[in-house]
């Protein structure tokens, strides 16, 4: 070969390795970001090419696919009881991606997943079409419908949890939205999207998960936990060194209860059934912000939790003496969701064990086999058994004969706590109305629940934890009890 040709030769295999190399780094080092590109249709095309498999809940489908005519997309997702189920499933979109459950659990539900590379061979073999898996929930269809319909027109949010496992058996948000009406790829979804966005009254935020509240005086449960567990008190029954008034630590301002009510050196469960805010305020003020922050935590504050849908971050603040103070009865910077305080009912319901909450029971594959099974997870201990224990005669005098009798169950011992929460600047907006709860049976305690409303449309006198949020929590301790 002479020169010339030589060189041409040469340079021609450069050009084929770089042509390897660069297909290489193409197809394996770059394929996941490339296939999660938003702008990748393909990738979209192929999720909707074939029907997707179905969410769960007591064992019938809240999800299914209708055939599209018209567009490269071949399905389209629709939902049964949209509104009622958004907040756990999401949405998926064939123009607007997905969301929580669907987005989460969007490589069983097509197909995609490692875990079914068994099916999809099979399937290239037989010739089946490709089909995706099911994800199952720990939802009870009849404690949905008494979250939902209990909070009926009214903003606010949901949980119920399973103490004894953390499954989650209620997970409700309103007002809500119907994800169906922007599964498609047409102008008349886009224009129903938009609308749902422009909505002053946010149907698509996720209350339940990803809004936080003062949590007001369900909080105080927190506070009872910490003074017992430090060994602030001995006896739940023993008289607290409580003044009344009692001026805020590092203020001379007093800090006010709810009316005329017996709060002077009150015993804890005294405190707890009238809802001391003076009580409650000086035990906060007498553990101090650090170990008030090591109790929260243990609850689950300042951290995220993953359901596996993400909830947003709980906080108990590092403050100064006086708001300290005031985070100790559920105000100044004290923020929850309601999944974080149904956590702090569980908690104590279970005897002092937290549970990991999740929403996902099973994954099936597109033959119905089980491919993943969860197991419950403890999360933490926030408090001894026998603290549990004096924390539950606490919560149970609260319904028994205090501000918490509206949740009374003929036959079933329930715990709670009612709250009205104070926010805005001075206190300016309409409270929100908090109730949290627990019942049990012989058997244990089937259901912990935490209810918040936030009611604009109520007169401020009416708006009370024990008036607004105490009947929806009943309605659904009593749907999982009777599902028992």
């Given at each position: 070969?002479?020169?010339p040709?030589?060189?041409?030769?040469?340079?021609c295999?450069?050009?084929i390795l770089?042509?390897?190399?660069?297909t290489?780094?193409?197809?394996?080092?770059r394929?996941d970001?490339?296939n999660s590109?938003?702008e990748n249709?393909r990738?979209?095309?192929e999720?909707y090419a074939?029907?997707?498999?179905?969410?769960?809940v007591?064992?019938k489908?809240?999800?299914?696919?209708?055939?599209?005519?018209?567009?490269d997309?071949k399905?389209?997702?629709?939902w049964?009881?949209?509104?009622m189920?958004?907040?756990?499933?999401?949405?998926?979109?064939?123009?607007?991606d997905?969301?929580q459950l669907e987005?989460?659990e969007?490589?069983?539900?097509?197909g995609n997943?490692d875990?079914?590379?068994?099916n999809r061979?099979l399937?290239?073999?037989t010739?089946?079409e490709?089909?995706g898996g099911?994800?199952?929930?720990?939802?009870?269809?009849?404690?949905q419908?008494?979250?939902?319909?209990g909070l009926?027109?009214q903003k606010g949010a949901?949980?119920?949890?399973d103490?004894?496992?953390g499954?989650i058996l209620a997970?409700?948000s309103?007002p809500?939205?119907?994800p169906?009406?922007?599964?498609?790829?047409s102008?008349?979804?886009?224009?129903?999207?938009?609308?749902?966005?422009?909505d002053k009254?946010k149907?698509m935020?996720n209350r339940a998960?990803r809004?936080?509240?003062?949590?007001?005086?369900?909080?105080?449960v927190?506070?009872?936990?910490?003074?017992?567990?430090?060994?602030l008190?001995?006896?739940?029954?023993?008289?607290?060194?409580?003044?009344?008034p009692?001026?805020?630590?590092?203020?001379?301002n007093?800090?006010?209860?709810?009316?005329?009510?017996?709060?002077?050196?009150?015993?804890?469960?005294e405190?707890?059934?009238?809802?001391c805010n003076t009580v409650?305020?000086k035990?906060?003020?007498?553990?101090g912000?650090k170990?008030?922050i090591?109790e929260a935590?243990?609850?689950?504050?300042?951290?995220?939790?993953f359901t596996p849908?993400r909830a947003d971050?709980s906080?108990y603040?590092?403050d100064i003496?006086?708001?300290?103070a005031?985070?100790g009865?559920?105000?100044a910077?004290?923020r929850?969701?309601p999944l974080?305080m149904?956590?702090v009912?569980s908690?104590v319901?279970n005897?002092?064990k937290?549970m990991q909450?999740y929403?996902?029971?099973?994954?099936q594959?597109?033959?119905l086999d089980?491919?993943?099974?969860?197991?419950?997870?403890e999360?933490?201990r926030?408090?001894?058994?026998?603290?549990?224990?004096?924390?539950?005669q606490?919560?149970?005098?609260v319904?028994?004969?205090?501000?918490?009798t509206?949740?009374?169950?003929d036959g079933v011992t329930?715990?709670?706590?009612?709250g009205t929460?104070?926010?805005g600047?001075?206190?300016?907006?309409?409270?929100y109305?908090?109730?949290?709860?627990?019942?049990?049976?012989d058997?244990?305690?089937?259901?912990?629940v935490a209810v918040?409303v936030?009611?604009?449309?109520a007169?401020?006198?009416?708006?009370?934890?024990g008036g607004?949020?105490a009947?929806?929590a009943?309605?659904?301790m009593?749907a999982v009890l009777?599902?028992k």
């Open positions: 070969m002479n020169k040709l030589r060189r041409i030769a040469i340079f295999g450069v050009l770089a042509l390897l190399v660069r290489n780094y193409l197809q394996y080092v394929a970001e490339l590109r938003e249709r990738v979209r095309i999720r074939h029907e997707r498999g179905d969410i769960i007591d064992g489908a809240v999800t299914g696919s209708v055939e599209t005519n018209g567009s997309f399905y389209k997702r629709v049964k009881d949209g509104p189920w958004s907040p756990v499933t999401g949405y998926s979109s064939q123009a607007f997905s969301t987005n989460l969007d490589g069983i539900l097509t997943d875990q079914l590379f068994f061979t399937s290239m073999f010739g089946d490709k089909q099911n994800v199952v929930t720990t939802l009870s269809g009849a404690a419908k008494a979250a939902f319909e009926g027109n949901a949980v119920a949890l103490p004894q496992t499954a997970l409700a309103t809500s939205y119907d169906s009406v922007f599964a498609g790829n102008d008349k979804d886009s224009e129903a999207r938009a609308k749902l966005l422009a009254d149907p935020l998960l809004e936080t509240y003062p949590p007001g005086s369900t909080f105080k927190v506070t009872a936990s910490a003074a017992l567990e430090n060994g008190y001995d006896s739940i029954d023993e008289p607290t060194d409580s003044p009344l009692w001026i805020l630590t590092g203020t001379r007093p800090l006010p209860n709810e009316g005329n009510i017996p709060c002077k050196n009150a015993s804890l469960r405190a707890l059934r009238y809802s409650f305020g035990i906060s003020s007498d553990l912000n170990k008030m090591e935590d243990k609850f689950g504050f300042n951290e995220e939790v849908v971050k906080v603040p590092e003496p006086s708001q300290n005031m985070a009865i559920g105000q910077s004290n929850a969701t974080q149904a956590m009912a908690a319901a005897d002092g937290l909450p929403m996902v029971a099973k994954r594959a597109p033959n089980t491919i993943y099974t969860a197991e419950p997870k999360m933490s926030p408090l001894t058994a026998a603290n549990a224990q004096k924390l539950q606490m919560m149970e005098t319904v028994q004969s205090g501000t918490g509206m949740a009374k169950i329930v715990g709670g706590k009612t929460a104070q926010h600047l001075n206190n300016s907006e309409k409270p109305a908090w109730f949290i709860s627990y019942a049990k049976t058997k244990g305690s089937p259901v912990a918040v936030e009611d604009g449309k007169n401020r006198d009416d708006i009370s934890g607004l949020a009947p929806i009943k309605a659904i009593k009777d599902g």
